[in-house]
């Protein structure tokens, strides 16, 4: 198992423009979390899937953003009309049930709209 | 409303001597969890150290202990034996209702830690 994984690792994008990012958890584990980093600052928590359903999205997440997990296994992130203030590294996480639920997080895709 | 603090933008240490990074929290709460997450410059967070609030004992693992002092809401990471690979950002962060329905993580603003051979 090579951990969780993130693509792409960078994206630069226009504005007005819709990014999508990909995230492979850690095979085992059914709850994936997407946070969000601007410089300086501690990851901010975006969204949380149990498995394919999503249990819980921050007030941060407008309604220009939408994350899928369908399978219960990969996640997807969209942005669309991308604005300069999103631009961010965009990081995952991937945790099992159960003890102290310590989260396994990818490197991140830091996007850059110009 | 909950909160994680910690007040050292920045540190300095010399390799192979100990380093304190602060960390106070704020939460009404009495069920919760607090980890430290180090960030290196590849941008990947690593899961270091874990205090649940039940916890009597201080957490350790390897050269990472946790300093929890519950009465006064602090969870002090301490380094021993500081290496050069152990410069990075430091983040703390606290999940309330630990075991709950709520798993998010509030993270402090972070500590970058450099250490000087």
């Known amino acids: 198992d090579t951990g969780v994984s993130q693509n792409p690792r960078h994206k630069i994008t226009k504005r007005g423009q819709n990014v999508t990012f990909r995230c492979d958890p850690i095979?085992?584990?059914?709850?994936l979390y997407w946070y969000r980093q601007t410089l300086g600052q501690g990851p901010e928590f975006l969204t949380y899937?149990?498995?394919?359903?999503?249990?819980?999205k921050s007030r941060l997440l407008s309604d220009r953003f939408s994350a899928e997990r369908p399978k219960g296994s990969f996640s997807t992130l969209e942005i669309q009309r991308t604005e300069q203030g999103d631009s961010a590294m965009y990081l995952c996480?991937?945790?099992?049930?159960?003890?102290?639920?310590?989260?396994?997080f990818g490197s991140g895709t830091q996007l850059s709209v110009l | 409303a909950q909160k994680i603090t910690q007040t050292q933008p920045g540190m300095f240490v010399q390799e192979k001597e100990a380093v304190t990074l602060d960390c106070t929290y704020d939460?009404?709460?009495?069920?919760?969890?607090l980890f430290w997450y180090k960030q290196p410059s590849s941008g990947e967070m690593i899961f270091l150290i874990y205090?649940?609030?039940?916890?009597?004992q201080n957490a350790t693992e390897g050269r990472y202990s946790l300093n929890f002092q519950k009465a006064r809401k602090s969870a002090n990471l301490v380094i021993s034996a500081s290496q050069l690979g152990d410069s990075a950002m430091y983040f703390c962060?606290?999940?309330?209702?630990?075991?709950?329905?709520?798993?998010?993580?509030?993270f402090g603003t972070g500590t970058l830690l450099a250490v000087q051979p």
């Open positions: 996480a991937s945790s099992s049930t159960g003890g102290n639920e310590k989260l396994f």
């Open positions: 095979s085992e584990h059914n709850r």
């Open positions: 899937f149990q498995n394919e359903a999503q249990l819980e």
């Open positions: 939460t009404s709460d009495p069920s919760y969890g």
């Open positions: 205090q649940g609030s039940y916890d009597q």
């Open positions: 962060a606290m999940r309330e209702n630990y075991g709950g329905a709520t798993n998010k993580l509030i």
